[in-house]
């Protein structure tokens, strides 16, 4: 009898050491092909993503309503930006030009990557992610900043080696050399880019723009000739009004001190170099 009740009393137990093993034994609560971030109110984020392959046992899933886990999907996404807007100081430039050419682009970049597993906690705990939901939209802003970044490697390229659209017909299906030339690994550490391609483009004519500028340019360096020699006549002639002045100045003052120059002035307006000569050498 005694060793019934003790038989019992040990399935009972291993039962219960079971039934706690598999409670904190976390990745049975995440399927296959996806990644959980478990969230304790005792601990906070959990540092290391769980995966269903992973051997993970965490006490704080003992305590009731204490945990919870976010599931996020691993597979790599793909997602379509569009770019547009215009080559520096364009409205500026096209003015010089007949026509008013249009110095602006517009861009279709397809962007397709996934987030690595192992910063999900650190970006749940920073974004508050919730679901996949969350995570799309966090992914679609990086594949927009990488598509930005390819965009302005492409226009930069175009602008330097003049090749107008020839170079960004090569560079639109060269996925790698994209993200090498954008230094993708260390521009978006937190993700895996697979592939990168430029699905339709409008872009302006650089060689045109590259005439408009060097006009403009040229334009700014004869206005600031010309402005030069216009503030040197200007002030040539301030400083000949001045004197001017001053010389009237010290005139009136000897006329003040000496009111019959005065008559004296009026009678000598036949000889008037003579009647200031003689002023000079009252002074």
Request: proline share 4%; with cysteine; net charge negative.
């Amino acid at each position: 009898m005694k060793s019934k009740k003790g038989l019992l009393s040990f399935i009972l137990l291993l039962a219960c050491a079971t039934a706690v093993f598999f409670i904190g034994w976390i990745q049975f609560y995440v399927p296959a092909g996806q990644y959980g971030v478990m969230i304790s109110k005792t601990g906070g984020v959990y540092e290391e993503p769980v995966s269903n392959g992973s051997i993970i046992w965490r006490w704080e899933r003992l305590l009731p309503t204490n945990t919870q886990i976010r599931i996020f999907s691993a597979s790599p996404k793909k997602f379509t930006s569009s770019v547009t807007g215009e080559l520096p100081s364009a409205s500026i430039y096209s003015a010089m030009l007949n026509g008013r050419p249009d110095f602006s682009y517009n861009f279709s970049v397809s962007v397709e990557l996934g987030v690595k597993p192992e910063l999900l906690p650190g970006l749940v705990k920073q974004k508050d992610l919730q679901d996949d939901k969350g995570l799309e939209q966090w992914l679609q802003s990086q594949a927009d900043g990488i598509a930005n970044a390819v965009v302005q490697h492409i226009m930069t390229t175009a602008q330097t080696d003049g090749s107008n659209g020839i170079e960004v017909i090569r560079l639109s299906t060269d996925s790698d050399g994209l993200l090498e030339a954008i230094n993708a690994e260390k521009a978006f550490p937190s993700v895996n880019i697979a592939s990168v391609s430029v699905n339709t483009f409008k872009m302006p004519d650089t060689l045109l723009y590259a005439t408009a500028k060097e006009t403009y340019l040229s334009y700014q360096q004869d206005l600031r000739e010309a402005l030069k020699t216009t503030v040197s006549a200007e002030a040539e002639q301030t400083a000949n009004d001045y004197l001017q002045f001053e010389r009237f100045g010290k005139l009136g003052a000897v006329l003040e001190a000496y009111p019959i120059l005065i008559e004296f002035l009026a009678v000598s307006r036949a000889d008037a170099v003579e009647a200031f000569n003689i002023l000079d050498a009252i002074r």
